[in-house]
């Protein structure tokens, strides 16, 4: 079913997203309370006769159950037996309405030994062969250690196991720190957070709250901030891989609402194995849920890993991703494999990327694989480290992204990537992003004092941070977004021809439409063209100096003020120039704006056909595309409007 009175779910091909939710009735209910004194998986589910434990519930579902779960801590996984059989006869778990359910792939320990025998100096220090000498008495540093007890993994040890699983075909090794590659899946908690792994032990004495894994992964050594006694801590160990997931895969409408899930010890995608995971089932809502400290991946939605064998007539994806908070998971928030129909909104995924994988692959606030008629609207992006904030990789149709906020990107390539994506349409709109550091070793920008750089032919790739990201993708549209303070451009595009054989992953980054977009101090550039093979029009280049507007091919490059691209490619013709400062205010949703006192340098002045806008209310309305009928907020634009995602600015 869908809604075309809901201007934000209208599809890039004109058609509203297919909404499939209903007000599902069940006619079976089951209690669990982990508190309740009366609580018995020997009871019989009801309400006056809880279960304890939600595994006993998960037995017992079938269609059109209903399983609501009593604000507690629940060390266990939930493994429905059984899924829905359509929309209007699902299986949901449900915290409680007001109770906090905490799923926690972890286990309290409380057995500590001082840790001995083991050198706190780095053995480089010991070559000459003197024996070191022995550790005072009265050394500060607290080194403690926990005998894993193997009853508690039941087959599991993900301190035996390291991040990276089986696929690793396409990790650059030359590139690569592989140290997080291969730490331990296994995490330590103390009080609720993760304490760093080291790859050594003597690595304990020189930084606290850090811990260490020996060889056969039964023992952990560790050291907590300011060398205090874990006995004055909660000290918690990850001791299994997911808090959700179904007992045998193509399980399917299955709802998750209000949990809080944490702790999960998953190995780097792929395959994708979330915290949360819909184990390559269809029609599955995830909503209000809050999934802390993965491992790696937060919640997958998809088919899991390409090396499974595709079963015909397979449906993937139909999955719905709402109003969650995902916090600190090591590679990705949110991954889908060949995810179509997904509705992903109204989420805050932050502190993306800690494991520093990015050279998997996979690392992103969502990664999704050929997203066909999807819908990403309203979602915050924040705090991303070394990785996308969204990434759609390869064979992208019809999807929308829109109303979203991305926020620091950190050491960040770029925030958004569209991977060989050549058939159909994909928009991008009314979107946010802002803050894009790029990731780059500065040692390598060449130096270029004087007049070295003026006559090359072309930029070097030794800086980056993009906007918005294309590699062989063609027929997108970036319209009325507000993109500022990118390392490198806003919008950079290249093509991909080599890949255009055997695995159709090519495109040549043509016949993109950029439209009415504000491009706001982004360093090198605010579009890059592949060739003119594109269109540019009605956007607002704020505090941007130098060639800014540039079309790589054919060579030699160039390198274009807002004249120059109007007069010899016709671009912009509606575009404007402008000198003062914006900064958005993303909890209210609003534009603000500032006078600034500078000069741009060698501005051109009236006299050459360029003229410079100081007065933000002097800002000319632009013709509104069809296809982008509202803004950020969700108000109707009517006829003309301003560039940038709002409607009106705030000052």
């Known amino acids: 079913m869908t809604n075309n009175n809901d201007l934000t779910a209208i599809l890039p091909d004109g058609t509203g997203f297919e909404f499939w939710e209903k007000d599902c009735s069940y006619d079976r209910t089951l209690y669990v309370a982990c508190d309740d004194q009366n609580a018995s998986d020997d009871n019989d589910g009801s309400i006056n006769a809880p279960f304890k434990t939600i595994g006993r519930a998960a037995e017992q579902v079938r269609p059109s159950t209903k399983v609501i779960i009593r604000g507690g801590i629940y060390r266990e996984c939930i493994t429905p037996a059984a899924g829905g059989s359509d929309s209007d006869h699902m299986v ?32 480089a220090e010991f070559s000459s062969g003197t024996r070191p000498a022995k550790a005072a008495e009265n050394d500060p540093r607290k080194i403690w250690k926990h005998e894993l007890d193997p009853d508690m993994f039941r087959g599991y040890n993900p301190f035996c196991a390291v991040n990276i699983i089986h696929d690793r075909l396409f990790i650059e090794y030359d590139k690569t720190d592989m140290t997080t590659y291969l730490n331990r899946r296994g995490c330590v908690y103390c009080d609720g957070e993760p304490l760093k792994q080291v790859a050594l032990y003597h690595l304990l004495g020189e930084e606290d709250n850090t811990y260490w894994v020996e060889a056969n992964g039964q023992t952990i050594h560790f050291r907590l901030k300011n060398d205090e ?129 990015e050279l998997s692959w996979e690392a992103a606030g969502i990664k999704l694989h050929n997203s066909v008629n999807g819908l990403i609207r309203r979602n915050v992006f924040k705090n991303t480290f070394r990785a996308d904030h969204l990434w759609l990789d390869c064979g992208n149709e019809n999807t929308r992204i829109t109303s979203n906020i991305f926020m620091n990107g950190i050491e960040q390539r770029e925030a958004i990537f569209i991977e060989c994506t050549k ?95 504000i491009f706001y101090d982004c360093k090198e550039a605010a579009i890059v063209f592949p060739t003119a093979d594109n269109e540019a029009e009605g956007n607002l280049y704020l505090c941007m100096t130098g060639g800014f507007l540039r079309v790589m091919y054919p060579m030699p490059e160039v390198c274009l003020d807002l004249k120059t691209w109007q007069e010899f490619y016709g671009f912009d013709l509606a575009g404007q120039f402008a000198w003062f400062a914006v900064e958005p205010d993303t ?63 705030k000052k």
């Open 229 to 357: 006694d874990p006995k004055e801590h909660l000290i918690e160990i990850s001791v299994r891989e997911q808090c959700v997931t179904p007992k045998e895969p193509f399980l399917s409408y299955i709802r998750i609402k209000g949990l809080v899930c944490e702790h999960a010890a998953t190995g780097g995608p792929v395959p994708q194995r979330g915290a949360i995971s819909s184990f390559r089932g269809h029609h599955w809502i995830v909503e209000d849920c809050t999934v802390n400290h993965a491992n790696t991946l937060a919640i997958d939605i998809g088919n899991e890993c390409w090396h499974h064998e595709r079963i015909e007539n397979q449906i993937i994806g139909y999955s719905v991703i709402r109003g969650c908070t995902i916090r600190n998971p090591g590679v990705c928030g949110i991954a889908g494999l060949y995810a179509e129909h997904m509705l992903i909104e109204d989420n805050v995924i932050e502190g993306t990327g800690w494991q520093k994988m």
């Open 423 to 517: 058939d159909g349409v994909n928009l991008i709109d009314n979107n946010i992003i802002w803050n894009v550091e790029g990731r780059f070793d500065p040692a390598l920008v060449p130096k270029e004092p004087g007049s070295t750089g003026w006559y090359k032919l072309s930029e070097t790739d030794a800086v980056n941070g993009y906007g918005i990201y294309c590699e062989g993708t063609d027929r997108l549209i970036v319209a009325h977004n507000l993109i500022g303070k990118c390392r490198h451009s806003g919008y950079y595009a290249k093509p991909v021809a080599f890949r255009m054989g055997g695995l159709e992953r090519g495109g040549t980054s043509g016949k993109a439409k950029i439209k009415n977009n």
């Open 92 to 123: 949901s778990f449900e915290a409680y309405p007001g109770e906090q359910v905490i799923i926690r792939a972890s286990e309290q320990v409380t057995d500590f030994s001082k840790s001995s025998g083991w050198r706190l100096e780095p053995v």
């Open 587 to 649: 909890e209210n949703l609003t534009l603000g704006l500032k006078d600034r006192d500078d000069e741009p340098v060698n501005a051109p002045g009236p006299d050459k056909g360029v003229k410079l806008v100081r007065d933000p209310d002097a800002i000319e309305k632009v013709s509104t595309p069809e296809y982008v009928k509202y803004d950020i907020n969700g108000e109707s634009r009517e006829g003309a409007s301003l560039p940038g995602p709002f409607i009106r600015w």
